[in-house]
């Protein structure tokens, strides 16, 4: 499964410790019925650092997305670099079923009567419950609500589900539009390849030959396979019926390598140099004789992602995102509402031909967790394309993040403005400021701030 998590922005190597204190806010479970009534903490934290009561800034809310919300407190360091500016209050609130906001405790994800309250919907509530409980304690006026990829997309909807509540948003690499007859499904991997094309477009010619070379050990007998394993360094057996295991999971590999193409080092969902694509690519920008040194290559290429720390054992086939990401909410969350499809022609795209089956997503789903997908729903409930009614949201998108292509890079109105960063990865206007910045995202964040203070009145 895709990661959208890569919205989990990354340390950079110069971030610093950011001051924040903690607040379990008590919400509803189902805020649609009233068939039940009980309630969980969610977790909040905040900082009033630089806020003033005497004369009240804003509200900078972070809507969470799937994972530890102390992740995207300490990757967000735009929110922080314009508190003092905006004498603004940060609140960084943690989206339901991650981290420590778990409805159920520990029986959070055990059946579908558990997390089959695990929706954007939810979420949302729950933000509006805590924003209204903000704006009773506090003497607050304005909130602004940031938020990137997953988290981009819960903003842009704060802000179209609750105008009262959110007066603009900032929703960096929101994939609003990644969804069925919305967007095509091969954008994504055309996206993944034209990142490594930039790069050398003969790395990108030979990832796409691998695939051929990967396939005929695959199809080679129990020899062909072991050599796949030892090449790749997989911690589990491959056989000939699941070599393609491997093949899914170096798939996803280059896809959050463009993800996280920053300019500078960073350590999330696993410690890569600065221009990650760029280093891997130098390991398969040449001529390659046979395919065992292709694949050897490859090897190579992949291990800037999985292995540049050093520390890695052997790679796990089954764990395509990172050391510190379990991404069983956001599989969830794909076999209810945020089904997003995904495919690819191995022409337009240096991948291998593969197609979007709904009916076995399907499936999939209810075989894994009882649950059986709306493939609609999310279109139905915040409008695709259709949103020109809304107003006061900033939509920023990276050229190289392959979420881009689910992402609204057309205006539909004066207040819904698009910010194209060239040459940007994933929600990489969210990240603090940093010497090595190009100048796309310094002017990106400009911009940005710019529609900000004239949404909120401030000067
Ligand atoms: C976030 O930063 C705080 C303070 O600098 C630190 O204590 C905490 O471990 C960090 N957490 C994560 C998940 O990055
Ligand atoms: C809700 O809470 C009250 C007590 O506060 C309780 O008497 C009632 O049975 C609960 N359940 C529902 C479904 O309202
Ligand atoms: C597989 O490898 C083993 C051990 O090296 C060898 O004996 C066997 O003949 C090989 N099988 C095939 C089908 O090549
Ligand atoms: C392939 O299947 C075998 C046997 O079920 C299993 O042990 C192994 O972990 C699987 N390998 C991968 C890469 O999924
Ligand atoms: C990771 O790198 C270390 C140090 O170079 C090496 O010993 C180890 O075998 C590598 N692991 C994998 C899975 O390639
Ligand atoms: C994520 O994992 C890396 C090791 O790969 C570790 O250095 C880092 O502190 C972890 N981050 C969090 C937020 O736990
Ligand atoms: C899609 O999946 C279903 C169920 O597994 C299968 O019957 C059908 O043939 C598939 N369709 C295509 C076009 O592959």
Not at 200 to 216: F, P, T
Not at 280 to 297: N, P, R
């Amino acid at each position: 499964m895709k990661l959208l998590v890569c919205l989990f922005g990354l340390f950079a190597s110069f971030a610093q410790g950011y001051d924040y204190q903690t607040f379990w806010f008590e919400t509803k479970i189902d805020h649609f019925s009233f068939a039940r009534n009980d309630s969980f903490k969610m977790r909040v934290l905040y900082s009033d650092k630089y806020f003033d009561s005497s004369e009240p800034g804003p509200v900078f809310f972070y809507t969470g997305n799937e994972g530890d919300i102390e992740t995207f407190t300490n990757n967000t360091g735009l929110m922080w670099d314009w508190a003092a500016d905006f004498k603004a209050l940060l609140i960084f609130a943690e989206h339901r079923f991650y981290g420590k906001s778990m409805p159920f405790g520990d029986k959070s994800y055990d059946t579908y009567k558990q997390y089959g309250y695990l929706t954007a919907e939810q979420a949302l509530a729950d933000f509006a419950d805590l924003i209204q409980h903000v704006k009773n304690n506090w003497p607050v006026k304005k909130v602004v609500a940031f938020g990137g990829s997953y988290g981009g997309m819960l903003s842009a909807w704060m802000r179209i589900k609750y105008p009262w509540l959110i007066d603009a948003a900032i929703a960096a690499s929101a994939p609003i539009l990644q969804f069925q007859d919305v967007t095509a499904c091969g954008v994504f991997d055309k996206i993944v390849t034209k990142a490594f094309a930039k790069a050398s477009e003969r790395c990108a010619d030979n990832i796409r030959r691998s695939w051929i070379a990967l396939e005929k050990l695959g199809k080679d007998g129990e020899n062909g396979s072991a050599l796949i394993r030892e090449n790749f360094r997989i911690c589990q057996n491959v056989l000939p019926s699941n070599y393609t295991a491997v093949r899914d999971w170096l798939h996803d590999t280059y896809g959050n390598l463009a993800m996280i193409n920053y300019p500078y080092g960073t350590n999330f969902l696993k410690k890569v140099p600065g221009h990650p694509v760029q280093v891997s690519c130098s390991f398969l920008d040449k001529d390659f004789h046979c395919d065992a040194e292709l694949l050897k290559g490859v090897y190579q290429a992949i291990n800037v992602f999985h292995n540049f720390s050093g520390d890695t054992q052997c790679n796990d086939v089954g764990n395509s995102g990172g050391d510190n990401i379990s991404d069983a909410g956001w599989n969830i969350q794909t076999c209810n509402e945020m089904v997003m499809p995904f495919c690819g022609d191995g022409q337009e795209d240096m991948f291998y031909p593969y197609s979007w089956n709904f009916t076995q997503f399907r499936k999939d789903c209810e075989k894994k967790y009882g649950m059986t997908p709306d493939l609609n729903i999310a279109r139905r409930m915040f409008g695709g394309r259709d949103i020109s009614a809304a107003s006061n949201i900033v939509f920023s998108n990276g050229d190289l993040d392959p979420w881009c292509g689910g992402g609204v890079l057309k205006q539909l109105n004066p207040t819904l403005p698009v910010v194209i960063i060239e040459g940007g990865a994933h929600h990489y206007d969210l990240r603090s400021a940093s010497p090595l910045d190009t100048p796309a995202v310094i002017s990106a964040r400009n911009v940005e701030k710019e529609y900000i203070k004239l949404w909120i009145g401030a000067s």
